[in-house]
């Protein structure tokens, strides 16, 4: 792909410089050029969304020895499927981000990549009475991180001691590769495919949830903080309930 690309655009500029009639421009060329990127372009497989069974499962897993280490994967978890959260969105996440009220808890989001003015947004994540409620498990792995301060990062690496571990000091977030490692690795003591996952997973997998339990399209769009109808549909995978609906609608 990189080739064909240099090549075409190099002949481009070569003829441009010498004021040559740019034979780039004939629609064999053009045609040509677009057909030689289909047929080397892989194509682009998307990964599975997360489940609530497959979440209910990491929870009881990780949790059976609840480390600091188990306890913030399962939060990063819980946190991104119930908030639509990008990676970007939930690592940079600081206390003071973090309002907890009485039914439910405010996130705020500083930075989005649909947020081209840099104005923020607020998620609200409701309490629940299950225990995978991202309310209740946030307020432990905090209390268990002793995070006190409003501008650390909810998300560190940690240090390990002789008895226990703890946050590091150093006020930076954990790396993409760190967080993806973590996230793979709680699927494989789960026995899922991680092969099959990404850390996208989590926020796909928490609309594919909510768009298969009939929730409205404009609040689904405002909680995912999606710009347009089509790519807010790219991350909805529809189940087998939801797609034999159409067909039992028809009066036949």
Known sequence: MPQI????????????????NDPCNHSIVKNMYQAAKRM???????????????????????????TLANTRTVVICLLSFAGFLRFSEIINLRLSDLIFE???????????????YREGSWVLISKTSSKLCPVKNTLTYISLANIKKPNEFLFRALSTGKRKSKLRDKNTPLSYTRVRECFKEALKLCGINEKLYGLHSLRSGGATAAANRGVPDRLFKRHGRWRSEQAKDGY??????????VSKCLGL
């Open 102 to 116: 009485e039914c439910f808890l405010k996130v705020f989001i500083e930075k989005s990549k649909t947020d081209i």
């Open 5 to 20: 690309e240099s090549s075409y655009y190099g002949i481009k500029f070569f003829h441009r410089t010498l004021c040559y």
């Open 236 to 245: 909805v995978k529809d189940n087998l309930e939801v797609l034999l609906s």
């Open 40 to 66: 080397i372009t892989h194509k682009v497989k998307k990964k599975e969304p997360i489940t609530i069974e497959q979440l209910t499962n990491i929870h009881e897993t990780l949790l059976k020895n609840d």
